[in-house]
């Protein structure tokens, strides 16, 4: 992956972690993941690398491997069926995934429990937005 394209991804306010220019980006981002103690590191809406040429797509799914070897932490890769063909795509990747379906909440005890869970840990502005 190349600095530049990591560095569309870089968030704004990062600046005192900024790239430095000519460094080896992967190095940079495991050392930057290691010095601020990341211990998951979670993939949401995996699916949309299949939107990629079939090269960015490995491209992409080995830095997912590298990432994972390096900092030696668990990886979540989250999203709809299609994030399971994605992963399938690499077959040391779907190794070592192993694929969970989760159901689609419906309004029962359960349900409300866990809304009541999210209303003692989150600030009540929070709440606004949770649907009950």
Do not use: C
Request: no cysteine; aromatic share 8%; charged share 20%.
């Amino acid at each position: 992956m190349s600095a530049a394209s990591i560095r569309r991804f870089w968030p704004r306010s990062s600046r005192r972690f900024a790239l430095e220019d000519g460094g080896d980006p992967q190095f940079e981002v495991v050392q930057l993941l290691s010095t601020v103690g990341v211990k998951m590191l979670i993939v949401d809406e995996i699916q949309h690398v299949l939107a990629g040429p079939m090269l960015k797509q490995r491209h992409f799914l080995n830095v997912i491997k590298y990432l994972g070897n390096e900092l030696q932490i668990p990886i979540v890769a989250a999203g709809t069926h299609d994030a399971f063909n994605a992963i399938q795509t690499d077959p040391q990747l779907s190794n070592r995934f192993e694929p969970a379906l989760l159901r689609r909440w419906t309004l029962t005890d359960e349900y409300l429990r866990l809304l009541a869970s999210f209303e003692v840990a989150l600030p009540s502005s929070a709440l606004r937005v949770l649907p009950i």
